[in-house]
């Protein structure tokens, strides 16, 4: 099971990324929302969530 969220922390150089862009204050905000798909659009198999889950 791949895991991209996670997978960008193991990333080279991500800490270091991280710690630059706030220091340059970069991300003043977050905000997280659940988001649901128009209904006119159709999500390709690998952006479904079970397919992702399952492999």
């Not at 922390?9 to 997280?32: C, M, V």
């Not at 079970?50 to 492999?55: A, D, E, H, R």
Request: with cysteine.
């Amino acid at each position: 099971m791949c895991d991209p969220i996670n997978l960008a922390a193991t990333a080279p150089g991500w800490q270091n990324y991280l710690k630059l862009s706030a220091e340059a204050g970069n991300l003043t905000s977050r905000k997280n929302k659940i988001l649901t798909a128009a209904p006119f659009y159709t999500a390709p198999k690998e952006f479904l969530l079970n397919s992702w889950l399952t492999g």
